[in-house]
């Protein structure tokens, strides 16, 4: 009750609002007047049954299949639409009414959204992200308008009032309310195309602003349907114009000529009666010239009349244009700028003597700039791991791999050690216990070794092992592959073989 | 395990395959970087500006470095180097084509449904004329002429005013942007397959048959055609195919030239060919997951191209990626721009315009040159950059030129009346057509006093007269030019005024030449200016300072404001001049 008393109050402050919509809209009263957003209360509970969208895409299928311009149709007496048209009343919008009878079990927006949106690509010829967006709109704008009867009053024609009322005009927020209570009106214009301008109400588009998005995507959409209209619009009254003007330049031909044939006539000096049937037939035609002025005079005037319109319809879209750029820039300033960057280590691979080496970089990780890079350009760690404030990897110098701790901050070793890696090796940290397990060279085989958190070699496994092993810690031991291709138990204590 | 790492050789393999996981995203028609010891290409945004609506086609530069772009939004906007909105136009109509920068710094641009308009440099519209279809594209040739190309396959050919020179009605409609060949010859692609050239006077030159029609025209040196099947082909000067090539299954949307004629292809694929000068593709790319839907192309051959998915890429001429930087916004990037400066443009679907710098702004600053051209230069306008316009040499074998140098050549002071005649009746009756070309360069002749190639008696002062008030109808800006540097010299007032009178009737003054001339007129250690001569130069500042750029209207603006409080003029010039003045402000 209490809502319909302020949709009620909300509805007496439309017309004011769409009279100075033309000079443009006080936002921030408008921002005072809108109390809540449209929410729509879907069922969420357990489902008897579920229909695939294609079925419930069906129902606007059928519904606009059935319907013959004018008229009605009901579809299995749930859902009924009404083409609500009246060529010979100039003044206000037609509509297609679409009528969710008490029988209907449509329970969730996106559903009826669905509907809507088979339904006027299959009437109206629309691609299917143009319907979508089109039902969209229509569904908010029925719903902020809810039996509000003086809102539509002031835009629709009788033909479409008299199938409203105020307990059933546009659709409830509730999908409770939707059955026997529901008349979404879609407004038309002109040939029986959807009218997209209507749709962009200043309160349907206050809606959307609310959205973390501020809707800019469907509002740039709406504009383009708008648009599509508007171009059609011009591109008839142009083909207009150019017949208008073909038709006077024949007027203005025809009437030279009778004056031509006048002028002949009475140099010729014809006997009485032929020269009075001669003027006779002239004046004939020139009442018949004389006619068709004033046809080529009315179609003027409607062209007028329609240009009007169209240059109307054109600073409104221009309008909606610079709150969406308006808006569009608004969304970019709230892009968060990270006070500290998200710094990403990343590795940036090259050939360099036929095989591949790294290079360490960080980059941030919104925009992948790179914001410093190591002067190591000859990374061969299939891995970097992290040591602390550090980076732990392998790395040639002067043309042996080491072990080597790269400061996180300036990317440039702080620690090397002596040993000689295999370049590939796995490296197997464990900053618990400070100590780090790599593949070493010992003579011409490769060998586990086990080094201290400063990178001194402390231990080396007597055995040789596979310098591509793998390296799995279970228990006490690590678990690595041999050259012969068995795998071995190596004590994590001493590298001994188990 | 697997065998693979057992062997030497699968060692190696399992090497690379294992780098692969630290590679930059890649695919396998993208490869990554090689390191040359250069740090990586990056893109740091440098400004960004909402229109209200999409672009109707790429940003254009103006010789004096302003870019303008029209949008869905209905309006006209000028911007400066550094992000600085100079002026917004109401074109009150929809934009349907590119706006093209013309010699003088004005602009032209096509509006629905069937409109071409022309723009001043200070952002008025000049004219507007209706065509027959929606407009396609319209090209300023450096002759002097604006072509204008229709859908219905009409070809228009108009003087700088608007006048109509030449008409052709192809026999289908227009499946390509024109361009101008660098021999000044017009090629225009029709849908049967047709490739037409037409040079100034609107003769055809050459016509050229496809199977499929043509679907994207570039010119610089050679002329590249690329068809909707996929296919390019090289054309040669007289219209004969030097090779045909199939590079793709997918029509091809744009063709970029660099400066060594190797070409860059987007096709509708989303994909991007490199193909060599002689027709072989290096290579091909197409970023995973999305497509390229626009490209530019510098001359050392970097392609900056935007992707459907809102990300800017660059590549070099060997297809190394050299960065993959994402806008910000997933909107699919519908244009890309590069300026002289090496700064990259972008347009989004989202409405978005971005300008990028690559790897540094340290360049950032209002510098011209790292906007506009050279003088003169067309820059991306579907002119071959080779081709500068035509001398007057190019039209001796025409009979009207013949009769008409004749006979304003000619000693008999009698013939040259007849000359001008003849010329004052072409252009009150707007039938200069196909004789606006040379006609200007017989005026400039006998307006500044001497005839064409042949040192004789001179030209009395009313038929200079006479030619400078012709000229100052056909309005072409480079007579300005010329004259201004005779202007301080002139030793008669009478001629003095007459050339002011004519630069005032011409308007354009793209490089302030008008302005810098009228203001050495009037320094105070010359003779003072007579009442006619001092009036004619207050019309011709407050003309031209009304039509061009803020930088010359600022400058006209301070030379009247010094003529009004000058004791080198009359009371009456003083008092026009702070009219004139005031207008300017």
Known sequence: MRYRTCALLMGLLVLPVLLFAQQGVDREELERQITRTVVFQNYQGPYERIDTIDAIRGIGVSLATG????????????????????????????????????????????????????????????????????????????????????????????????????????????????????????????????????????????????????????????????????????????QREREVAEARREIAEERRAIEEERREAEQRQEPPEEAARQEAERAEREERVAQREREVDEDEERIEREQQDITE?????????????????????????????????????ALRDGRPVGRLVVIDSASAVVLRQSSLDRVTSRVIHRWGNEHLLIAEQNGVARLMRVDAQSLEAVVVSQAELFPESIVLPRPDRG???????????????????NLELIERSSVSVDPYTQMTVAGEFVFVQRPDGSISALSLDDVSLR | MNQHFTSRRGRVVTALLLWALLLLPASPQMTAQESSGADPMVFLPLWTHVPSGRLSGPPVWTRDGRMLFAGEDRRLYAFSGTGGRLWRTDLERLPATTVAAGRDGSSYVGLSPNLIAAITPAGRIRWSVAGPDAPVAIIPSPDGVVYGVWRNGAVTARTVRGAAVWTVQMAAPVTATPVVTAHGLLVVATGDGALTAF???????????????????????????????????????????????????????????????????????????????????????????????????TDEG????????????????????????????????????????????????DWVLAVWCVSSCAQVGPRAALWG????????????????????????????????????????????????????????????????????????????????????????????????????????HTVSARFARILPAEPSPLMQSAILSMMAEIESDPDGDVVTAVSAL?????????????????????????????????????????????????????????HGARTLE
């Open chain 2, 199 to 297: 040079d100034v006077v609107g003769t055809r030159r050459w016509l050229q048959r496809f199977p499929v029609p043509v679907t994207a025209l570039a010119s610089g040196e050679r002329l590249i055609a690329g068809d909707r099947a996929g296919g390019l082909h090289h054309i040669s000067a007289t219209g004969s195919v030097l090779w045909s090539r199939r590079p793709s299954e997918s029509a091809i949307r744009d063709v970029l030239l660099d400066a060594n004629e190797a070409s860059v292809l987007r096709t509708d694929d989303g994909t991007i060919l490199a193909i060599s000068p002689t027709g072989t593709t290096r290579w091909r790319a197409r970023p995973p997951g999305t497509r390229i839907t626009a490209a530019a192309l």
């Open chain 2, 373 to 476: 051209h050279p003088r003169g230069g067309p820059g991306g306008t579907g002119v071959s950059p080779l081709y500068l316009g035509r001398s007057v040499e190019a039209y001796r074998d025409i009979l009207d030129f013949i009769f008409l140098e004749q006979a304003a050549s000619s000693d008999s002071v009698e013939s040259q009346r007849r000359a001008l005649a003849d010329i004052e009746t072409r252009v009150a009756e707007g039938r200069v057509g196909t004789a606006h070309v040379y006609v200007v360069e017989l005026l400039v002749s006998i307006a500044m006093g001497g005839p064409v190639g042949r040192g004789r008696t001179p030209v009395a002062p009313s038929e200079r007269e006479r030619a400078m008030a012709l000229l100052g109808e056909l309005g072409d």
């Open chain 1, 435 to 453: 100590e780090v397990f790599a593949v070493v060279r010992d003579g011409g085989a490769w060998h586990l070794g086990k080094f201290s958190g």
């Open chain 2, 522 to 578: 009037v320094q105070p250690e010359r003779t003072a200016l007579t009442p006619g001569v001092g009036l004619a130069a207050v019309g011709a500042l407050t003309s031209v300072g009304r039509y061009n750029r803020a930088e010359v209207r600022i400058a006209a603006r301070e030379t009247l404001i010094r003529m009004s409080s000058s004791e080198q003029v009359s009371p009456g010039v003083r008092a026009a001049a702070a």
């Open chain 1, 313 to 349: 319809r054109t600073e409104r879209i221009r309008e909606l244009r610079d709150e969406v750029a308006e808006d569009t820039r608004t969304v970019m300033e709230r892009a968060p700028v990270a006070a500290v960057t998200q710094e990403v280590l990343f590795v940036q691979t």
């Open chain 1, 67 to 238: 319907l013959r311009p004018g008229s009605e149709f009901v579809l299995a007496n749930r859902y009924r639409i009404i083409n609500a048209v009246d060529p010979d009343v100039l003044v206000g919008l037609d509509a297609d009414i679409m009528v969710i009878l008490p029988d209907a079990r449509v329970d969730h927006i996106n559903n009826v959204r669905r509907i809507l949106a088979a339904y006027l690509e299959r009437a109206y010829g629309y691609g299917s992200s143009q319907a979508a967006v089109l039902a969209e709109f229509v569904t908010i704008y029925n719903a902020i308008y809810r039996g509000d009867m003086a809102f539509f009053a002031g835009r629709y024609k009788q033909v479409v009032m008299q199938h409203l009322s105020a307990t059933n005009a546009g659709i409830s927020t509730v999908y409770r309310d939707w059955p026997g209570r529901t008349r979404m009106v879609v407004p038309l214009r002109g040939a029986g195309l959807v009218d997209p301008l209507a749709l962009t109400d200043a309160r349907v588009i206050e809606e959307l602003r609310e959205r973390d998005d501020m809707g800019l995507e469907p509002r740039r959409e709406i504009i383009d349907l708008a648009e599509d209209s508007v171009q059609r619009d011009e591109e008839r009254v142009a």
């Open chain 2, 302 to 349: 970097v392609i900056y191209a935007g992707t459907s998915d809102g990300r800017l890429i660059a590549l070099n001429r060997d297809g190394r990626l050299l960065a993959d930087h994402p806008t910000g916004r997933s909107a699919a990037v519908q244009h890309v721009g590069i300026t002289r400066g090496g700064r990259v443009v972008t347009a989004g679907d």
